[in-house]
């Protein structure tokens, strides 16, 4: 072919696959044609608009790469072994200042599991690596980034593996506009993307799993090397060891939460079948201590109960274990709970000193303050407070509550009651080393916490009993309470 019927050439190809605002030429490979079946290494870049490395190309249809594109009969691959591979193309006609990402289609080539695909800007790196799921597409996004300049060069590189493995790619777009803010919690159950039947990945990041997993954790579907199943659906999470899942949920600013989730240990985990112990964070604050399901069965987990301070908050599952244990995590929610202030207290044992029912209703370092009273019997607490609450529903599924209080004097301890209306029985669900200083508890149930809640006034009420468990040498001490709150859901 002569210079002027190549140039001819490429100005048509030109033609057809350039768009006319910014966005990739040839987004699913289609050009050149390569013929049914066919496949090849670097293939010319002024026809097909892309620069190829050494260890990518473009295949047609059926080949040793795949069956065929997410879009049409082309692909490119990228290949692991050696030199990565690498693909990359110049985007033009982008607005400096304004706000873009890319999605794409990827796959494993078949017969390997694929190799992980990074996005980078002129260079710089825009996503996480991202590994493919199986032979079939899925789609995925590159992290947002702001433009800043009006042409800027977008790579796609195979993850150096040390195997032969490679990775299909096609339908490449831009996409332009700004991240929109957090919603309510996404995927709590894990069905998406949707896999095969016994298939499981780690780290996967496909552009609708709205969690961020990292490579000690992944999702897994139906019975396989993880578990036989999810709580809600065939899909799962999984976290292994110190492993991490997050996701950034937006909150009304001031109003309460909780996080509920169903945990199991993995089926033949390494170690006797124990479970790896799983903790809950709140901006990388622990808002549930590590926590374990030593059974295969799924069981229910409620954190205590927060207080929004931003309209987003992250919520993360990290695992504890450092050996090859693992726990299943499905239907993940954040619920809204209804605020329940204290409208009655009642000293049961001891003599009040000063403050009221007001000063219970916020943190401000206004108290209620008491000291021992007389007592029956040497097990009695000399402190008893009885705090009443009215709940607005007659059924709870969920019932939290935080208590902010203090003592005068060491070798205190502070335990906490909630009256059971269904065995008529207090039940102990706290107790902690009272402090000099403020200090605030918060425990929560999500177990029949009907219970706690009385069927006929939707009462619900709570014990503070205050004992020493040491040598005291200053009578009378002071107990003193600044806040009593609950929430709880329906």
Same mark, same amino acid.
């Given at each position: 072919?002569?210079?002027?019927?190549?140039?001819?050439?490429?100005?048509?190809?030109?033609?057809?696959?350039?768009?006319?605002?910014?966005?990739?030429?040839?987004?699913?490979?289609?050009?050149?044609?390569?013929?049914?079946?066919?496949?090849?290494?670097?293939?010319?870049?002024?026809?097909?608009?892309?620069?190829?490395?050494?260890?990518?190309?473009?295949?047609?249809?059926?080949?040793?790469?795949?069956?065929?594109?997410?879009?049409?009969?082309?692909?490119?691959?990228?290949?692991?072994?050696?030199?990565?591979?690498?693909?990359?193309?110049?985007?033009?006609?982008?607005?400096?200042?304004?706000?873009?990402?890319?999605?794409?289609?990827?796959?494993?080539?078949?017969?390997?599991?694929?190799?992980?695909?990074?996005?980078?800007?002129?260079?710089?790196?825009?996503?996480?690596?991202?590994?493919?799921?199986?032979?079939?597409?899925?789609?995925?996004?590159?992290?947002?980034?702001?433009?800043?300049?009006?042409?800027?060069?977008?790579?796609?590189?195979?993850?150096?593996?040390?195997?032969?493995?490679?990775?299909?790619?096609?339908?490449?777009?831009?996409?332009?506009?700004?991240?929109?803010?957090?919603?309510?919690?996404?995927?709590?159950?894990?069905?998406?993307?949707?896999?095969?039947?016994?298939?499981?990945?780690?780290?996967?990041?496909?552009?609708?799993?709205?969690?961020?997993?990292?490579?000690?954790?992944?999702?897994?579907?139906?019975?396989?090397?993880?578990?036989?199943?999810?709580?809600? /659906?065939?899909? =799962?999470?999984?976290?292994?060891?110190?492993? &991490?899942? %997050?996701?950034? $949920? +937006?909150?009304? #600013? /001031?109003?309460? =939460?909780?996080?509920?989730?169903?945990?199991? &240990?993995? %089926?033949?985990? $390494? +170690?006797?079948? #124990?479970?790896?112990?799983?903790?809950?964070?709140?901006?990388?604050?622990?808002?549930?201590?590590?926590?374990?399901?030593?059974?295969?069965?799924?069981?229910?987990?409620?954190?205590?109960?927060?207080?929004?301070?931003?309209?987003?908050?992250?919520?993360?599952?990290?695992?504890?274990?450092?050996?090859?244990?693992?726990?299943?995590?499905?239907?993940?929610?954040?619920?809204?709970?209804?605020?329940?202030?204290?409208?009655?207290?009642?000293?049961?044992?001891?003599?009040?000193?000063?403050?009221?029912?007001?000063?219970?209703?916020?943190?401000?370092?206004?108290?209620?303050?008491?000291?021992?009273?007389?007592?029956?019997?040497?097990?009695?607490?000399?402190?008893?407070?009885?705090?009443?609450?009215?709940?607005?529903?007659?059924?709870?599924?969920?019932?939290?509550?935080?208590?902010?209080?203090?003592?005068?004097?060491?070798?205190?301890?502070?335990?906490?009651?909630?009256?059971?209306?269904?065995?008529?029985?207090?039940?102990?669900?706290?107790?902690?080393?009272?402090?000099?200083?403020?200090?605030?508890?918060?425990?929560?149930?999500?177990?029949?916490?009907?219970?706690?809640?009385?069927?006929?006034?939707?009462?619900?009420?709570?014990?503070?009993?205050?004992?020493?468990?040491?040598?005291?040498?200053?009578?009378?001490?002071?107990?003193?309470?600044?806040?009593?709150?609950?929430?709880?859901?329906?």
């Amino acid at each position: 072919m002569n210079f002027r019927v190549r140039f001819l050439c490429c100005l048509l190809v030109s033609a057809f696959v350039l768009p006319s605002y910014a966005d990739f030429a040839n987004p699913s490979f289609e050009q050149p044609p390569l013929g049914a079946n066919n496949w090849q290494y670097n293939p010319d870049q002024a026809l097909a608009l892309w620069n190829f490395g050494a260890r990518s190309g473009m295949a047609n249809g059926n080949t040793a790469w795949g069956t065929g594109g997410h879009s049409g009969a082309q692909y490119a691959f990228l290949q692991s072994s050696g030199n990565p591979g690498a693909v990359s193309q110049a985007l033009t006609g982008l607005t400096v200042g304004e706000q873009y990402r890319i999605r794409f289609w990827m796959a494993s080539r078949r017969g390997d599991p694929g190799t992980p695909l990074q996005v980078s800007l002129d260079g710089v790196p825009i996503s996480p690596w991202k590994s493919p799921i199986s032979t079939l597409y899925f789609e995925f996004a590159s992290d947002y980034f702001t433009a800043t300049s009006t042409s800027q060069t977008v790579a796609f590189t195979a993850y150096p593996t040390g195997a032969d493995q490679s990775s299909l790619l096609d339908d490449v777009r831009l996409e332009q506009g700004t991240q929109a803010p957090p919603g309510p919690l996404q995927n709590g159950s894990f069905e998406r993307p949707q896999m095969p039947d016994g298939a499981w990945v780690r780290g996967v990041d496909t552009i609708d799993t709205a969690w961020s997993i990292d490579t000690q954790c992944g999702i897994a579907n139906g019975v396989g090397s993880w578990g036989t199943g999810g709580e809600d /659906g065939p899909q =799962y999470a999984f976290i292994e060891s110190r492993g &991490r899942i %997050s996701q950034r $949920v +937006g909150f009304t #600013v /001031g109003q309460p =939460y909780h996080v509920r989730f169903f945990m199991a &240990r993995r %089926s033949g985990n $390494v +170690g006797g079948n #124990v479970a790896n112990p799983i903790r809950v964070l709140l901006d990388g604050t622990e808002l549930m201590p590590f926590t374990a399901n030593g059974s295969p069965v799924y069981q229910e987990f409620s954190s205590p109960f927060f207080i929004a301070t931003a309209p987003s908050h992250l919520i993360t599952f990290e695992g504890g274990a450092t050996d090859d244990r693992t726990s299943l995590i499905d239907n993940v929610r954040v619920d809204q709970d209804a605020v329940i202030s204290p409208n009655r207290y009642d000293l049961f044992r001891g003599l009040l000193v000063g403050g009221g029912l007001s000063d219970l209703l916020a943190s401000d370092d206004n108290y209620l303050f008491v000291r021992p009273g007389m007592t029956f019997s040497t097990r009695e607490a000399p402190v008893q407070v009885i705090l009443t609450g009215a709940v607005p529903f007659n059924h709870a599924s969920f019932l939290g509550a935080q208590v902010e209080s203090g003592v005068s004097i060491s070798n205190l301890v502070q335990a906490v009651d909630l009256y059971n209306y269904s065995d008529n029985r207090w039940e102990q669900v706290d107790s902690h080393q009272a402090t000099l200083n403020d200090f605030r508890i918060s425990f929560s149930t999500s177990d029949n916490a009907t219970r706690f809640v009385n069927p006929a006034t939707r009462e619900t009420s709570m014990r503070l009993r205050v004992f020493a468990n040491g040598p005291v040498f200053l009578y009378p001490w002071l107990y003193r309470i600044d806040f009593v709150q609950w929430a709880a859901s329906p």
